[in-house]
């Protein structure tokens, strides 16, 4: 299996545009999670789905930020519009519902300038 | 949501064994044990977790205490690949929060030739 899929790796973009980060989650995981880590806040979860529908956004930090998951085997973290606070690392991780083991992908990395 | 306490950073000799301690004082009955790891430049990785009894897995073993207040992640022999950040979180163990993980800060253990 080729694991949690990110795209784009790296992100460089200026202040106010919008940023749209993806996501494919191992085939047949049930559970997609979105984390977001800076060096001041650590690893933050922001948002989870199961089976594709959102059950904790409690993290999204404000509604700048949002995401989908239209099907079981993409999902996109929006931010719009960004700003340079936002810069960090986005991980997307999936899981099977029966399993507690997280699979994350290899992150992407979001400079707002 | 119950806490963990980590000491902030560990040193380990190539080759040594290395136990990761792990305070949880405030863990409910039904709290599961996770530990994951987090190589340079990587998204999180996960080791082992358990419940009330000890685990052992091709990467490490987990030693639980009685009163599961504590745990120590005991990897048998260390490398350099194995220098990494260790987070040791709980998780709740119904439905949805069942594997939700919350990280705090962790473990940065160097590993020194």
């Known amino acids: 299996d080729a694991g949690v899929i990110q795209s784009p790796r790296h992100e460089v973009t200026e202040m106010g545009q919008e940023v749209t980060l993806r996501c494919k989650p191992i085939?047949?995981?049930?559970?997609l999670f979105w984390y977001r880590q800076t060096m001041m806040r650590g690893l933050e979860l922001l948002i989870y789905?199961?089976?594709?529908?959102?059950?904790?956004d409690s993290g999204m930090p404000e509604d700048r930020f949002s995401a989908k998951m239209p099907n079981a085997s993409f999902s996109t973290l929006k931010i719009q519009p960004s700003e340079p606070r936002d810069s960090a690392v986005y991980f997307c991780?999936?899981?099977?519902?029966?399993?507690?083991?997280?699979?994350f992908g290899p992150g992407t990395r979001l400079l707002v300038l | 949501d119950a806490k963990t306490t980590q000491p902030n950073s560990m040193e380990s000799n190539e080759e040594e064994p290395v136990h990761l301690p792990c305070n949880h004082s405030t863990i409910s009955g039904t709290d599961y044990i996770h530990w994951y790891r987090q190589l340079p430049s990587q998204g999180p990785e996960y080791v082992i977790h358990?419940?009330?009894s000890n685990v052992n897995n091709r990467m490490a073993s987990l030693a639980i205490a009685e009163d599961r207040k504590s745990s120590t992640l005991i990897l048998h022999r260390a490398t350099l690949r194995d220098a990494a950040v260790y987070y040791c979180i709980l998780s709740g163990a119904g439905g949805t929060s069942y594997g939700k993980l919350t990280f705090g800060q962790g473990t940065i253990l160097t590993v020194h030739p």
């Open positions: 085939s047949g995981h049930d559970y």
């Open positions: 358990g419940l009330t």
């Open positions: 991780a999936s899981r099977l519902a029966a399993s507690a083991t997280q699979y």
């Open positions: 789905f199961n089976n594709n529908v959102p059950i904790d």
